[in-house]
């Protein structure tokens, strides 16, 4: 085999490269960034933010309804039909102002109890939720372009733009967090949005601008039907996912102390870090070709080539990680932190049977196998707060990074049971 040819020709190894460059500046950013907070605001004031960021993620998939997979899918498969790309677009954006109007109600005259319920009675925060809810239009353009990059599979302009929101983003948060401790972060945080979507005026290409001109565009509903399967169920998910989070740093903070909720949400931050190097190859590369495959040996086939590629990397990454986690933790934070050692070998090991999971997992969404997604989702959200609760009585804080490792392999045999046919027997249309 030409080896040159081979990597020019190969989609996936193209996606890890860019990836791999843009998770190398991201830890970087994420080094100054982590180690700002680690000084001014402490391990209560992560929590804090982690609890933010919880709130943000599922804006961002509300903004336009849960929609953000099956629009990559149809992305994906209209990309050459411009009418069907105009339909599609303009039922987004009609979702995205639904959305906006509903969040906007919601965030600004209820800013003062969702103050109480995220951030705790006992801090003053409300005035986050008030800026969010003019950010929320924002969030459904970002998501609606990043479909369309994705669908592209245009992984290099993806990683430019994601890098500049980074990277400003980081200094925003840096320079906020000096003159203003946990109030500033959390204010940085709350506009990080807005900078990803002036990243996307200044970089994305005229030819990509075009799918969206407003002029152009019919304001309907033709897509209404499909991307409303993705839609209702997923935003149940998100929503779910990211109020687990939130309550199980409360639990943390009610057996333990605030102090582990914040390394908790510091390895859980490390965490999304390191999995940010297979996370953009599920969007970019894995939704749009399990899109297009047709039959189980066609799907077999794609897993196994996948598992070859990114397993090894993956888990040799992971294993210097551990290895090296102690200087890890000094670097990104400061040495209060260290007490969180203990949670790298359960947190690594679940990232590691997660990743394989999701790999075969993301199939239920390429086939529009809703069901099985949110029913897997659900499950596995589930598992992780019942274990944790079990666990954290018994083993504190390392309880939770114990859950977290049984939860995803549970969640593994449950996804392989349910598609076990797509594995074994003879080859069939799927």
């Not at 998501?143 to 592209?152: P, Q, S, V, W, Y």
């Not at 979507?197 to 969206?212: D, E, Q, S, T, V």
């Not at 909720?261 to 399990?290: C, D, E, H, N, R």
């Not at 390429?366 to 944790?388: D, H, R």
Request: with cysteine.
């Amino acid at each position: 085999m030409n080896i040159p040819s081979f990597i020019k020709n190969n989609l996936l190894l193209k996606v890890t490269s860019a990836n791999t460059l843009l998770v190398a500046v991201r830890m970087g950013v994420s080094l100054i960034s982590q180690k700002v907070l680690a000084i001014l605001i402490g391990a209560e004031g992560i929590a804090q933010v982690g609890n933010l960021w919880n709130v943000i993620r599922f804006f961002e998939q509300f903004s336009i309804l849960g929609t953000s997979n099956g629009l990559i899918k149809y992305v994906s498969e209209y990309r050459d039909d411009k009418k069907q790309l105009n339909y599609l677009l303009s039922t987004v954006l009609v979702f995205t102002a639904l959305a906006s109007i509903l969040s906007f109600v919601i965030l600004f005259f209820w800013s003062d109890a969702l103050n109480n319920l995220i951030f705790g009675i006992n801090n003053d925060y409300g005035y986050i939720f008030k800026i969010l809810s003019f950010i929320i239009p924002f969030m459904g353009i970002n998501a609606t372009l990043n479909a369309l990059l994705n669908g592209h599979s245009a992984y290099k302009l993806f990683s430019k733009i994601t890098l500049f929101t980074v990277i400003v983003s980081t200094i925003v948060i840096v320079v906020l967090t000096f003159k203003q401790g946990t109030y500033g972060s959390l204010l940085a945080i709350s506009i990080s949005p807005l900078i990803q979507f002036f990243g996307y005026i200044l970089i994305l290409p005229r030819k990509y601008r075009n799918h969206i001109n407003l002029t152009k565009l019919s304001y309907g509903l033709h897509f209404k039907s499909k991307l409303m399967s993705y839609s209702f169920m997923t935003v149940i998910v998100v929503l779910i996912i990211n109020i687990s989070e939130i309550a199980i740093r409360y639990l943390i903070e009610s057996k333990v102390s605030a102090l582990d909720a914040g390394y908790w949400t510091a390895m859980s931050s490390i965490s999304k870090t390191y999995m940010q190097f297979s996370a953009a190859i599920f969007p970019l590369y894995v939704l749009p070709k399990y899109a297009k495959i047709k039959d189980t040996f066609g799907f077999r086939k794609e897993v196994k080539k996948i598992y070859q590629m990114l397993l090894p990397i993956i888990v040799v990454g992971m294993f210097l990680v551990f290895l090296f986690r102690d200087l890890i933790i000094k670097v990104l934070y400061t040495e209060e932190f260290l007490s969180m050692s203990t949670l790298f070998k359960w947190q690594l090991l679940g990232d590691l049977i997660k990743f394989c999971a999701i790999v075969i997992s993301y199939q239920f969404l390429a086939k529009k196998q809703i069901g099985y997604f949110v029913f897997t989702e659900i499950l596995s959200v589930l598992l992780f707060y019942g274990f944790s609760v079990y666990f954290v009585n018994i083993y504190g804080t390392e309880g939770i990074v114990i859950a977290h490792f049984i939860r995803y392999v549970l969640y593994f045999i449950v996804v392989l049971y349910i598609l076990r046919h797509s594995f074994i027997g003879k080859n069939k249309l799927l």
